[in-house]
């Protein structure tokens, strides 16, 4: 176990160092090298500092410490706009063996000021471990200065994070972006998001909002409305206005061999061929079916997705100068091998999850007419709505399953014509993983929820569905992951007539055998098998999404495809993938569960967040016309108020020079 040589954490004071044998003891996880060979010295972070090796100076880790805080500063008060400053200036004439303008009292003073006076958690934060350090080891500090020489520098770095961050999987400078909206510059809160996915009008729509779960602001009233903030900043880009791709946005366009493939049309892929894109490759985009959006064109409804807005995001490939290679799917048209052939460096696998789960129940292989997965049923939706393939619904709807699939699909059925529509789900209702807010839309449109009960049997006559027979579930102990786990109730059968049942209960990779055939290893879940890096067995070919990590979210997906693209530019220009030291700080933030789960005490009232406008729920189960609007200007800067900026700064020492890494 990482032994601590001194520090104070959540005002536990560490003195192992000392030969303290009563010392508490802190389990720090995944702490010994931050990179290889490269041991860690010291932590700081908003709730303290740990010291790992003795010899370490003080007065030089805090003064890097506040001169990142000060750096971020927003300068809206003075507590924090002066005193991360003052501060900073004062360490840093310590450490360069000057008399400094203020003394430990004076910087412990501040400190204090800062920690109850400052408006945001970047100010109410950034001095903890300086007021700590000096309340608890100022012998060290003034030991450390006593001679008047400088003190040698060390080396390590500094990040500023904060919850709703550390909870996007693409990372998301969220407070930034709602800052620039509370400063009247959508456009400029644009170009956050663009940093990180081209798809924001998409994501704003569609995410399941991890950010919000992560919101401080919750412990106040309601997390902030940041879907909703980002839909608003999206939605402002039309007109003449409107951001414009072009292949000038592209600071240093390569030689024209340099071609990358990217196989899939979805997310993944998209974000993947746009990082690449604005990294000066050439792309090219190979997609089986003739749009490109991949789930999110057939899998999202229009009611929650209108395609006309993704497919202005998906045609940013375009723009860039990408090229969509429509109707060519891996295995029936060409193989890895075919794409190594024709010159490209590199493979990007983004193929998605579009084979749709069986319920393994009697009767299912004979249900011909009324009997859908999912995924198959939501691309009928698709093409009913696109106008190819007419589809109409009637009678009793079952379907099986909890997700935002399962959602999708009973929310389609209803506008589709059916007269009363169900969801079977083997579980409680608040186990369901489906986004809350899309249980409460299909509650208010109509939707039946039967939670513990379990299908056993489809009943069909000639072909046709005619019912299912079911059993109820019962809660039993909790399992690994701490959700209940539930069994059947002996004797408890029962059966409900109906005219469709939907599978609604999982997808897989469609095209897993004929991915192996290239030489691509599958997991032991017939997923892509990647490694951190995202590339597979086969060296060249890198694979993200949901045919790495199974059926999972938007965000997850063009997350993995930023990743990719990092990762590919790394191995075409190097011959292998660099160290990532943001990454790297984000596992060590994450494994220690360093960002505490509760919130600063801040002066702010209650103010509930704004929603978006709904069509009436009679109205929009007509059809498929979106249902949630745009806020307006006035509507997003009041939301945008309600941000706490709650900014963490860590940093870490360390014994030698953190190698830089990908940007």
């Known amino acids: 176990m990482t032994q601590v040589a001194y520090g104070i954490w959540d005002d536990i004071v560490y003195r192992g160092g000392s030969g303290d044998t009563d010392a508490p003891a802190y389990g720090l996880t995944n702490f010994d090298d931050f990179d290889d060979g490269n041991a860690i010295r010291a932590f700081i972070g908003d709730r303290g500092f740990f010291v790992l090796d003795d010899t370490v100076s003080l007065v030089d880790a805090l003064y890097h410490y506040m001169t990142k805080a000060a750096e971020q500063s927003c300068g809206v008060c003075t507590p924090c706009r002066m005193g991360t400053v003052l501060v900073r200036d004062a360490l840093d004439r310590m450490r360069r063996g000057l008399d400094p303008a ?35 080891f100022r012998d060290r500090l003034e030991a450390e200065t006593r001679e008047g020489r400088p003190i040698k520098a060390q080396h390590g770095m500094a990040y500023v994070t904060a919850p709703c961050i550390e909870a996007c999987p693409s990372k998301i400078n969220v407070p930034r972006y709602i800052d620039y909206v509370r400063d009247g510059k959508p456009e400029n809160s644009l170009g956050v998001l663009l940093q990180k996915y081209p798809m924001a009008a998409t994501c704003g729509r569609v995410c399941v909002r991890y950010c919000e779960q992560a919101c401080r602001r919750k412990f106040v009233d309601e997390a902030v409305g940041i879907k909703t903030l980002k839909r608003y900043v999206a939605d402002q880009q039309s007109g003449p206005h409107a951001l414009k791709f072009t292949r000038d946005m592209i600071r240093k366009p390569l030689e024209p061999g340099m071609r990358v493939a990217v196989v899939g049309a979805g997310p993944a892929g998209i974000s993947c061929a746009y990082h690449l894109l604005l990294r000066g490759y050439h792309v090219d985009v190979f997609e089986k079916s003739t749009q490109a959006g991949g789930m999110a064109q057939i899998g999202i409804p229009s009611y929650r997705l209108p395609k006309d807005t993704l497919a202005m995001e998906t045609d940013i490939i375009v723009d860039l100068g990408g090229r969509f290679l429509f109707g060519q799917q891996l295995g029936r048209d060409f193989s890895v091998d075919d794409l190594f052939a024709q010159g490209y460096k590199a493979v990007f696998l983004g193929l998605g999850c579009q084979a749709g789960s069986r319920l393994g129940t009697e009767g299912e292989d004979v249900a011909r007419d009324g009997y859908f997965s999912g995924i198959d049923f939501l691309l009928k939706v698709h093409d009913h709505v696109d106008g190819t393939a007419p589809l109409s619904l009637s009678g009793e709807v079952l379907v099986v399953g909890g997700g935002n699939v399962a959602m999708d699909c ?17 579980r409680t209702l608040q186990d369901m993983p489906a986004d809350p807010h899309e249980i409460e839309d299909a509650t208010e449109e109509g939707v039946v929820f039967h939670t513990l009960c379990n299908p056993t049997r489809i009943l069909t006559e000639d072909g046709r569905v005619t019912g299912v027979e079911l059993t109820r579930m019962e809660q039993t102990e909790p399992g690994e992951s701490g959700r209940r786990k539930v069994r059947p109730i002996p004797g408890s059968d029962f059966t409900m007539p109906c005219d469709s049942i939907i599978a609604a209960i999982g997808q897989q990779v469609e095209d897993g055998t004929l991915i192996e055939g290239d030489g691509i290893e599958m997991d032991r879940w017939r997923c892509v098998a990647a490694d ?49 030291k943001r990454g790297r700080m984000r596992r060590l933030i994450a494994d220690n569960r360093f960002l505490a789960n509760d919130v600063v005490e801040t002066p702010v009232r209650n103010a509930y967040r704004v929603h978006n406008p709904e069509l009436d729920p009679e109205l ?44």
């Open 102 to 136: 203020l003394g430990l009292d004076e910087i412990a003073m501040l400190g204090a000021q800062m920690r109850d006076t400052s408006l945001c958690g970047l100010g109410q934060t950034c001095a903890v471990a300086l007021t700590g350090a000096v309340r608890h």
């Open 410 to 426: 009973v929310r389609s059925a209803i506008r589709l014509g059916a007269d009363r529509v169900h969801v079977i789900y083997r």
């Open 532 to 580: 951190d890096t995202l590339a597979t067995s086969r060296p060249g070919v890198f694979a993200g999404g949901d045919c790495v990590t199974g059926p999972s979210t938007l965000i997850y997906a063009m997350s993995a495809g930023l990743k990719a693209a990092r990762n590919i530019d790394d191995w075409i220009q190097r011959g292998s993938v660099r160290f990532f």
């Open 620 to 663: 929009r189960k007509r059809m498929f016309r979106e249902v949630e609007q745009t806020i307006s200007a006035k509507e997003a800067y009041a939301e945008a108020q309600r941000c706490m900026r709650c900014y963490r700064v860590y940093s870490v020492v360390t014994q030698h020079p953190i190698p830089e890494g990908a940007s």
